[in-house]
């Protein structure tokens, strides 16, 4: 059975870095705020829940997603940016309705079994 966009609560696009691209992640966190109405979310200097990479968390409202996901696309340069929807049932958001700009990298889904 289809499900209505309106289950979609929010987005959490995950900007991955490592200790060679963090200046790269920094530049592009100092843009996004000047830019879009969102909440940031910490530095992660280290992999936290299913997330391979060193990370930092962009979230935002289901009406910016046309604005801001062009807008990474375009300005991400080299770092991997994972998006995915907040519907309440995370394993399902994270594993089937994910984008991914840049690589696609194998994500670690037994933290949110």
């Excluded at 920094?26 to 910490?42: C, N, P, Q, T, V």
């Excluded at 299913?50 to 935002?60: G, N, T």
């Excluded at 340069?77 to 049932?89: K, S």
Aim: hydrophobic content about 40%; overall charge negative.
């Amino acid at each position: 059975m289809p499900q209505e966009i309106d289950a979609i609560r929010g987005y959490h696009a995950h900007v991955y870095y490592d200790a060679d691209s963090k200046p790269a992640a920094a530049a592009l966190r100092e843009a996004i705020e000047a830019r879009f109405d969102i909440r940031m979310g910490r530095w992660h200097d280290r992999p936290v829940g299913p997330h391979p990479r060193w990370s930092y968390q962009v979230a935002f409202e289901p009406p910016l997603f046309a604005e801001i996901v062009p807008w990474l696309a375009l300005n991400r340069g080299d770092l991997v940016i994972f998006i995915h929807p907040e519907t309440g049932d995370d394993l399902p958001d994270h594993r089937d309705r994910a984008l991914w700009l840049g690589d696609c990298l194998e994500l670690n889904l037994d933290a949110l079994r």
